[in-house]
């Protein structure tokens, strides 16, 4: 099997799965006991805790622990906003995460940015729509079905020189670890594990220091009162490990080229962003008969978004790009881990190249 679905979850790391069984065996104290166990569990989470603030240029004390991506948009999104004494407008993007988009119409009043063919932002449009009355911005680094990068550090500079108190949140599942986060470009940010070989059911919202947050969760306090309940010790364990694993970008970048130059017959719906991600798509093959047609040769693709993909519909993310129906009802999505070869790729480059004209063969004597 040649797995490229690693946009929806990544496999887990060797080391990973090692430190996650020896806490479970060992270490399955409540950190919040004052006895032996509970002190050895305490210190697993702290040293936890300062390897997933490393990437983000950021503290420990201002990392958060939670049930992952999903969780961190919301608690980033309705806890700053809620905390707020004056509520204004909410400024997010079109091709947002579902996560975002279903939160902040649940919040107040929101106004949607658009992207252009290529899904990239109009910082102009941007700068024109901050005023005085902005109180959120939410932005993804990475969009997660097409790679597109948004320019953090310069929508960061025109949100504060808009606005200064204006907050702004980065959803940045799809690129922590994998590519450079700017350091204090954002208020809030929000990270996965399971996106980074670490595992499923563990994530981490970056708090700038000084921002209030109010909990989506009540209880004991854990997490300075943040999110409440006991902390899942061995994920958090893993989620540290899999954020000091060491992410090639340079192999990522040399698959993706390879990909590119291989691949016949499709038309490339990502631009020059994030390398990890991939979007192609086949006019005259739907993305459901495509994915199952490479699955049963071993190529494991996604048909867009995991988190959203058995939801009925067009991909929401290239239908804002303005795409032609017939490529975004044909769409699928590539994405690549550390994990992947250049031997995989073009064995899994032949076989997309092999599939394509017989399907199309195929649904033409229908």
């Given at each position: 099997m040649i797995y490229l679905d690693n946009g929806a979850t990544t496999k887990q790391h060797p080391a990973v799965i090692?430190?996650?069984?020896?806490?479970?065996?060992?270490?399955?104290?409540?950190?919040?006991?004052?006895?032996?166990?509970?002190?050895?569990?305490?210190?697993?989470?702290?040293?936890?805790?300062?390897?997933?603030?490393?990437?983000?240029?950021?503290?420990?004390?201002?990392?958060?622990?939670?049930?992952?991506?999903?969780?961190?948009?919301?608690?980033?999104?309705?806890?700053?906003?809620?905390?707020?004494?004056?509520?204004?407008?909410?400024?997010?993007?079109?091709?947002?995460?579902?996560?975002?988009?279903?939160?902040?119409?649940?919040?107040?009043?929101?106004?949607?940015?658009?992207?252009?063919?290529?899904?990239?932002?109009?910082?102009?449009?941007?700068?024109?729509?901050?005023?005085?009355?902005?109180?959120?911005?939410?932005?993804?680094?990475?969009?997660?079905?097409?790679?597109?990068?948004a320019p953090i550090e310069q929508i960061s500079d025109i949100i504060k020189r808009k606005n200064a108190k204006c907050l702004f949140h980065v959803d940045a599942v799809q690129s922590y670890c994998k590519l450079d986060f700017p350091k204090n470009s954002?208020?809030?940010?929000?990270?996965?594990?399971?996106?980074?070989?670490?595992?499923?059911?563990?994530?981490?919202?970056?708090?700038?220091?000084?921002?209030?947050?109010?909990?989506?969760?009540?209880?004991?306090?854990?997490?300075?009162?943040?999110?409440s309940g006991t902390e899942n010790t061995a994920a958090i364990a893993g989620l540290g490990v899999a954020s000091a694993l060491k992410f090639e970008l340079e192999h990522i970048k040399s698959l993706n080229a390879l990909l590119r130059n291989r691949l016949r017959g499709v038309i490339v719906n990502s631009v020059e962003g994030s390398p990890y991600i991939l979007n192609i798509s086949a006019p005259g093959i739907r993305s459901e008969i495509l994915l199952h047609s490479l699955e049963q040769r071993g190529v494991i693709v996604s048909s867009g978004s995991a988190c959203s993909s058995n939801r009925p519909g067009a991909s929401h993310v290239l239908t804002a790009m303005g795409l032609q129906r017939d490529i975004i009802e044909s769409s699928i999505r590539i994405s690549l881990s550390m994990l992947n070869t250049e031997k995989e790729i073009i064995e899994a480059t032949d076989i997309i190249n092999e599939v394509i004209p017989k399907l199309k063969q195929q649904l033409r004597k229908r």
């Open positions: 090692s430190e996650m069984l020896e806490v479970i065996e060992h270490n399955y104290g409540n950190p919040s006991s004052l006895h032996t166990l509970g002190v050895q569990a305490e210190r697993i989470v702290k040293k936890a805790r300062q390897s997933v603030a490393k990437p983000l240029k950021a503290t420990a004390a201002e990392v958060y622990f939670t049930s992952g991506g999903t969780e961190s948009n919301n608690l980033a999104l309705s806890g700053a906003y809620n905390a707020l004494r004056i509520k204004g407008d909410i400024i997010t993007v079109k091709t947002e995460h579902k996560s975002v988009l279903e939160t902040v119409k649940n919040l107040g009043n929101v106004i949607y940015l658009d992207v252009d063919k290529s899904g990239v932002i109009d910082t102009e449009a941007l700068q024109s729509l901050v005023t005085e009355n902005t109180s959120l911005v939410s932005i993804s680094h990475v969009n997660n079905e097409t790679g597109a990068i954002a208020d809030l940010v929000s990270v996965s594990g399971h996106k980074i070989h670490g595992p499923k059911g563990i994530g981490a919202l970056y708090v700038k220091t000084g921002i209030r947050l109010k909990p989506l969760i009540y209880g004991g306090g854990q997490e300075k009162g943040i999110r």
